[in-house]
C-alpha cells in the first residue's frame, strides 16, 4: 500500500502526461501555481495531470476506486454560470460533465455508476444564521445525468464531506444543522438515515472515512484535541483514540493517518493513536495540499 513506504517528489520538474490509472491523487499549492498530481499506478512516478479546466475547485478534488478519473467541482470555463461536477478519464482526457448552481462537491461510487453529490437547496444567501437553508445530497446517473433528490435537512454545508461506504450501499456526509452543530448523518440509498452523529465530523477526501463497510472514522468538533473516533454504524458504538499532534489531517488510508511533519514540505503517516509515526512523503520545494486521496 502507498502508506507503507516513503516517497519523494520534485515538484519543479514533474512531467505532464496522461496515466492509465494512479493510486493517490494531490490537489496543490507552490512555486505561485497550482497543480493537481498524481501518482501513476504503473510506474509509481508522480505527474501532473495535463488539460484540466483552469477554474476547478482543488479543495474538491479525489478519485475514482479504480483509480482511472478524477472527480472535482469546477466552474465554467469563463469563470462565470454554474458550478460543475466534472469526470476527467486519466488515459484519455474525456471528460463528462454534470451541471447545477447547487452542486458542492460529488463522489463517485465504488462502481462508477452513480454521483453523490451535496446541494445547497437554500433560497437564501446559504451563509449560516442569515437565513434559512436547506443541505441536500442527490444521486446522479452517470449515463445518463438523470439527478434523484435522496435526503435534505435544515442547515449548511459548512464542512463539507460525501463518502460512499466500500460495498456502495451507505453514504455518510457531514453538514452544519440549524442550531450550528456539526453533524454526520449515514444514509442508505433511499435516503433513510441510518445513523446521526452530533460534533462529529469526516474527513473531505471520500476514500478517507468508511474503515470498512459499516465502521467510520470522524473526529469530534468542537474538540480540545480532537482524536479520531471509530463508529461501528450497525450499534451507534464509539471507539475514541488518543492524539499527541495537533498537525491537521489530511488523509487516511490502510489504518495510517497521513498529517504533515515537523518541517515544512514533510509529511508523515501514524496509526490511529498518533504513534508510530514514518516518514511518507518530502516535496521540494514545498508545498501546500488542497486536498489528498488514497486508493491503493
Sequence with gaps: MIVDRSWEMAFDALAARPVRAARMVLAAQGLDRNAVIVLDADTDAFVTVPGLPAHLSPETMSLSSDGTRLVFLARQDDGAGPSRVVLHTLATGARQEFVSDDYMRAALSPDGTRLAVLADLSNGSGIPGADDASAGVALVDTATGARRPLWSAEG??????????????????????????????????SGKEIGSYEERVALPGPHSVWASERELIVYPEPDDDSPLIAIDVPTGGQRRFTRRSFEGYLAISGGRVVRPGSAHGRFVTTDLNDGDERPFLTVTPAIAINALDIVA
Design 156 to 189: 449548511y454545508w459548512e464542512e463539507a464531506s460525501i463518502s460512499w461506504s466500500p460495498d456502495g450501499l451507505l453514504l455518510a456526509a457531514t453538514y452544519l444543522t440549524a442550531d450550528d452543530v456539526l453533524t454526520t448523518v449515514v444514509l442508505d440509498l
